[in-house]
């Protein structure tokens, strides 16, 4: 059965990248859109303002308009209207959610998980599975070097026009460090450096945040040693990963019964 998706931020960078995996895959149908309800995009065709040709489905302004008849909306808005879409679908009911979006703060972050209770909602932070790998190779390599003699620091890089910092895909990583070192993150992060800081506490998790140019997603996470380093990274060289990812998510989610779910849980089939 190919699975029917609708997108909720059709209009921004990637929501575009997943109309035009969409155009590619079979296995999937793009059945809506939904931009803010001043957006120049509302009323006309995705697939046209997309560059992927004509699609015969217009941009709407309504969630519920746009969703109706779909069996996944994917989420790659911001974190209001994440959170508004996820109360109302769970109310329409028989419809999944994806989320890609970031910066949601505490209270969002409840919400969500509330909403979860009555539909199935995929939240990930980021869709790609090299992510995922580098996650179980940060959170190895944070349970095997001691805390008191390795400094875990995290750098994030991205395009100028990225809202939100750090990266959500940082705070995966730097979470995944303090649970290997059984840690509570919050206590443990230093979230960027300014002025007179004084010596840097042992068992800290630095994170820093490098904004500029076109770049799609890059992280790196540091240990450092009085006598060595060791960095993971990941870099995304094209928004399509995510894409794909989405994409993959949504396939998997649809007709599963509501629960909060992650990227791991695909990857653990
Ligand atoms: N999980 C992952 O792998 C990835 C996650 N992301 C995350 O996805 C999110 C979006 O990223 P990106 O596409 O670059 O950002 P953009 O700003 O390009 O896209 C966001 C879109 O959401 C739209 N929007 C805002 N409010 C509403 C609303 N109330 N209803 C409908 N649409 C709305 C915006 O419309 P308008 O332009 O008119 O304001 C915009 O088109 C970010 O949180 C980012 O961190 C990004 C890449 C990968
Ligand atoms: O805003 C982006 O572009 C991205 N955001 C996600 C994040 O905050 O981790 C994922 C990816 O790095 C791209």
Known sequence: MAVNIAILGVSGRMGHAIVGEIALDRRCNLHGGIVRSDSEFAGTDIGV????????????????????????????????????????????GGIAMVTGVTGLDAEQLERLKAASERMP????????????????????????LPLHRWDAEIVE??????????????????????????????????????????????????????????????????FLSDYETITLSHVAHDRRVFARGAIDAARWLAGKPPGLYSMRDIVSG
């Open 49 to 92: 303002f997309a560059g992927t040709g004509f699609s015969g489905v217009s941009a709407v302004v309504r969630l519920e308009e746009g969703a109706k008849g779909a069996h996944v909306v994917i989420d790659v808005s911001v974190p209001d209207a994440t959170v508004a879409a996820a109360e109302r679908l769970a109310a329409m």
């Open 121 to 144: 909602i995929l939240a990930a932070r980021n869709f790609s599975l090299g992510v995922a790998i580098l996650e179980d190779l940060v959170r190895q390599a944070a349970a095997a």
């Open 157 to 222: 890089t991205h395009h100028r026009a990225k809202t939100d910092a750090p990266s959500g895909t940082a705070l995966m990583m730097g979470e995944a460090i303090a649970e290997a070192r059984s840690q509570a993150f919050d206590q443990v992060a230093m979230m960027g450096r300014s002025g007179q800081t004084g010596y840097r506490p042992p068992g800290t998790i630095g994170v820093a945040s490098v904004r500029g140019g076109a770049v799609i997603g890059e992280h790196d996470v540091k």
